[in-house]
């Protein structure tokens, strides 16, 4: 195994040959970083980074942003002010760089970039800042600048929010009870002012941050889920309603005022770790709902064209579809010719030829160069494409905790109970009797777990993102355990989005003019051929040598042609490149000038590097299935090199045939790892959903996670930090139950003073933290 030299992540030298570099992506972006000067970025660079995708360096369409512009800076003609998404930032290094590109534009006037939420703040002189360069420059490193998404508030704002008030009232409440616990005589003049503002406090924190706590606990239990919160509301509602009582009866034995402040603080300490770090991996990737939100109805020649929303489409309409646009509902094709890829719909990468008057599927993506007329057969209410897209039903429901917290509550109900009427009944103390219910039903509180339990996650969660694994959805690592199968998509998924060309020093040998005409040509095509060449040369030094100002033309189910003045240069089919008296050479593609062929060149799909190595891994105790809408004997020929039997490999399915096959599975468990529409049916039935992070892919936004690069290996590790976890928290839970019975055996006895408890909760809450600590440190060491 070889390291990146650009991104620090491990990769097969099998793979690459002598290349330094995991992929052709990471090659381009350090060549154009030390080009440009920027290497103090490395200086500043975390370890390990998300691997370049070349996707990244696809063509992509920033009319949305030329339009913003324009409007923003027709009404502020002095300084403009944008927020856009950013992808690619995660690390300080990125941010210098990103900065750094920005200040040297100019009309620059100041950039702020949220690593945490995937944004970033400019502010330009209107006019003089170049906006939609600067998007395209970035691109080159990485960077993807798109529009803002709409989102709910985060979680972890509302809570931070919480958090900073929680902490302020649990030091105020600390502060005016330390003097009773260091022995202030009661009758001090200011010891009843002291308590007072200790309740103020307490109460201002149950109000700010209990009631977080208890509004869930209570509306999950109304709605028939019981969750953590439920116990921990449960214990801070019982404190406060103890300690308000012996306020009121003057029982200093009764007053946790302390320690309801405190506990809140903790527990928000708590749930504003793990969704911070759950959100933080969310917006690492723009929104990926690639589908059309509207579409250009077609009137007539007098009135033109007009935007309308999808819902509005309907059987009879006439509607245009731009090149790399989807066609969201089944029509008819009216114009002479188009070229259609149908990836979406059953995973089949190349370019389907339709005639006029052939149907188009609902799903198909243009990937010609030229607008095609439509007349829709159906509307977008019922189309394939409309229930591709629906968003994925999850209750997040952890029946395994449930059944612990029942039992849970109920021990701890019980010996409360018991305790008090024993100290009632046996020996006729009623104060004592109700100090001991208050007394176990506090100390009993899940302080340790609440507080391990987001620190265990958030561990977890930080070492898959160091190794390119972006957890998403929060009960992840309780639904892994339930696996018993993983079934896994073709294309995009254990191959690579686009096919691979099979010799790239052709591109290399190609005279440097002629060079930089084919890199021109492939430049904005969507054709799987373009995607492959286009991937290829960035491990290809730019020509000094421009290309000339082409006139492009398609030839649907042909190829390309390029003309400068009198050169003509062709790119597709060899019959249609070359002369037709010159026999063309072996490829499946030739690069012709004037008919006579510069190169031909031969693609292969591309199959993710360690495939065979980690399936054979997760296979080990779980059923493997290749599911896919490809063509039956290429999912067979890839099952038979990756060690799939034949009857798990099953080709030529459609998104509900997919749908079904997992639905059946439901009682084993099942992980499905897919990228495209065709999948969407299916996750919804899948018990986690899994899926590589690529700029062509839709299911990012509803996956529990995501992972980069080329590899699979990122998946195994799931597993093995799925079991990391599991072994922390066994511990803290071990620790937990010794903890409980302690602390309980003293309240039983009435011998739990406010103090104690004050000093015992936190003590817990540490110990707890340092065996996460501990166990994730020695399983580190023992796993790879």
């Known amino acids: 195994m070889k390291t990146c030299i650009h991104c620090g992540t491990p990769f097969s030298s099998a793979a690459r040959g002598d290349s330094s570099f995991c992929c052709n992506g990471c090659e381009y ?24 995708s070349a996707t990244v360096f696809q063509p992509r369409d920033f009319t949305w942003l030329e339009t913003r512009v324009a409007e923003l800076e027709a009404a502020s003609p002095g300084t403009a002010e944008m927020v856009f998404d950013l992808e690619g930032i995660s690390c300080v290094g990125c941010v210098w760089l990103v900065e750094k590109l920005f200040r040297e534009q100019p009309g620059a006037v100041r950039i702020e970039i949220n690593t945490q939420y995937g944004q970033v703040r400019m502010q330009w002189r209107s006019g003089i800042f170049p906006v939609v360069d600067f998007a395209r420059e970035i ?30 009232f649990a030091l105020n409440a600390m502060l005016f ?71 009121w009866l003057g029982l200093e034995s009764f007053l946790y005022f302390d320690f309801v402040a405190i506990f809140i603080f903790l527990m928000l300490v708590g749930r504003w770790t793990q969704e911070r770090a759950l959100e933080e991996n969310r917006h ?14 077609v009137e007539d020649d007098l009135t033109g064209d007009r935007s309308a929303p999808l819902e509005t489409l309907t059987p009879g309409m006439r509607f245009r579809i731009l090149p790399g646009e989807i066609v969201p509902a089944l029509a008819e094709l ?67 905790l449930e059944k612990i917290l029942r039992v849970y509550l109920g021990v701890v109900l019980g010996i409360a109970f018991a305790g008090a009427l024993g100290w009632w009944l046996f020996a006729a103390q009623p104060v004592t009797a109700m100090q001991v219910l208050l007394s176990v039903l506090v100390v009993s509180c899940p302080c340790a777990i609440g507080v391990a339990a987001p620190l265990a996650e958030e561990w977890a969660v ?15 690592f309780h639904n892994l355990a339930r696996i018993g199968h993983i079934v896994f998509d073709k294309t995009g998924t254990l191959t690579l989005e686009a096919p691979e060309l099979e010799e790239p020093d052709r591109l290399k040998h190609l005279p440097p003019a002629d060079r930089a005409v084919l890199r ?78 510069l190169a031909a060149f031969s693609f292969r799909e591309a199959v993710r590097e360690d495939a065979p190595e980690a399936l054979r891994a997760l296979g080990k105790g779980r059923r493997l299935t290749l599911l896919s809408g490809d063509r039956r004997d290429k999912v067979l020929a890839m099952a038979r090199d990756l060690g799939i039997p034949a009857d798990a490999a099953l080709g030529e399915q459609s998104p509900d045939e997919k749908a079904r096959f997992v639905e059946n599975l439901a009682s084993e468990g099942t992980l499905y790892i897919g990228d495209g529409a065709n999948d969407a049916l299916a996750f919804d039935h899948a018990t986690v959903r899994g899926t590589p992070a690529t700029p062509h892919g839709l299911l990012q ?62 003590l817990s809450s540490l110990a707890s933290i340092g065996i996460v600590a501990f166990a994730y440190r020695r399983v580190s060491r023992k796993s790879p």
């Open 334 to 400: 009216e114009s002479l010719r188009g070229g259609f890829s149908l990836e979406w719909i059953n995973g089949e990468s190349a370019m389907r030829e339709f005639q006029t008057g052939q149907y188009v599927p609902s799903g198909a993506q243009n990937i010609g160069l030229e607008p095609v007329l439509l007349k829709a057969r159906q509307s977008y209410a019922d189309s394939l494409l409309k229930r591709l897209l629906a968003p994925a039903k999850d209750d997040g429901r952890d029946l395994r």
């Open 29 to 52: 972006v350090h060549r154009l970083i030390h080009k440009e000067g920027l290497e103090h970025y490395y200086d500043l660079r975390d370890p390990k980074i998300r691997p370049v």
């Open 520 to 597: 021109s040509m492939v430049q904005s095509s969507l054709h799987p051929v373009c995607r492959a060449l286009r991937e290829a040369f960035l491990a290809v030094p730019e020509e000094e040598i421009a290309a000339p100002e082409l006139l492009l033309h398609e030839e649907i189910g042909m190829g390309i042609e390029a003309s400068s003045g009198r050169s003509k240069w062709r790119l597709g089919r060899p019959a249609w490149a070359c002369h037709e008296n010159s026999p063309p050479p072996v490829g499946q593609a030739i690069f012709a000038k004037e008919g006579s062929p």
């Open 139 to 168: 691109q080159q490193y990485g960077y993807v600048l798109g529009p803002a998404g709409e989102r709910p508030q985060e979680e972890s704002r509302r809570l931070l929010a919480r958090l900073g008030m929680c902490g302020a």
């Open 462 to 476: 930080l070492q898959l993102r160091r190794i390119g694994v972006f957890v998403r959805a929060r009960g992840l």
């Open 284 to 297: 690492q990737l723009l929104s990926r709902n690639r589908a059309p939100q509207k579409v250009q109805i």
């Open 701 to 762: 936004d509803r996956a529990d996670f995501f992972f980069t690069g080329r590899s699979l290996h990122g998946i195994l590790r799931l597993f093995r930090v799925r079991d990391r976890r599991r072994r922390a928290l066994t511990s803290v839970f071990a620790f937990t139950i010794a903890y409980n019975l302690t602390v309980v055996a003293i309240a039983l006895a009435g011998h739990m003073h406010p103090l104690l408890a004050a000093i015992l909760m936190p």
């Open 177 to 247: 009870t330390l003097p009773r616990y260091l022995g202030m005589d009661p009758a001090f003049s200011l010891a009843p002012l002291f308590e007072l503002l200790a309740l103020l406090f307490a109460t201002l924190s149950l109000l700010t941050g209990g009631s977080y706590f208890i509004k869930r606990g209570w509306k999950g239990l109304r709605q028939g889920v019981l969750h953590i919160d439920f116990p921990i509301g449960l214990g801070l509602s019982v404190a406060y309603a103890g300690s308000l009582l012996g306020w």
